[in-house]
């Protein structure tokens, strides 16, 4: 498990992130049984599904020629399976979860990404990272499914608004 996403990680190019990220859900697919474990199933099965064409991917604040590194250096030092699976999973949203020019009405620490639940509606959701502020058209709402990435179609529709 290990070997394979150092491998995955190490042909990681700012340039190719539809391939990167593509490999990173055939990883999931092949550990899926590893990653149920500290995942629910929803958010599983909807992640397994994610594909790069239907997604922008990057659009974010993440560096990620800093962060792959990193992580690979973390991966090195010793990551125990929960931890790693971790990792992978919250990569996996900082690339794909679009995240917005608006700041987080909460605690103003990051800006908001568009989300959607995984029983999927297409309500747009914005979500905050830092402070997991959950909002529908401006209003602080309480969700309780798992969020998921807004699709590429679902994010153009609310930028062109
Ligand atoms: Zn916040």
Not at 14 to 32: A, C, G, H, R, W
Not at 75 to 101: C, F, H, P, R
Request: aromatic share 10%; glycine share 2%; with cysteine.
């Amino acid at each position: 498990m290990e070997e394979e996403i150092l491998r995955i990680y190490n042909n990681f190019s700012i340039n190719n992130l539809d391939t990167f990220f593509d490999e990173l859900i055939s990883y999931v697919n092949k550990y899926d049984s590893i990653f149920l474990k500290y995942t629910s199933l929803e958010y599983l099965d909807a992640i397994k599904k994610l594909d790069s064409k239907n997604l922008i991917l990057g659009h974010s604040d993440d560096n990620f020629e800093i962060a792959i590194p990193f992580y690979m250096n973390q991966i090195n030092k010793g990551l125990n399976e929960e931890e790693l699976s971790n990792q992978v999973a919250s990569l996996i949203w900082d690339l794909s979860a679009y995240m917005t020019d608006e700041e987080c009405p909460s605690c103003h620490d990051s800006n908001l990404r568009l989300t959607i639940t995984a029983s999927k509606t297409s309500q747009i959701i914005k979500f905050c990272d830092e402070c997991l502020y959950t909002g529908i058209n401006g209003k602080r709402v309480d969700i309780e499914d798992d969020l998921i990435p807004a699709s590429k179609s679902i994010v153009k529709s609310y930028l062109k608004d």
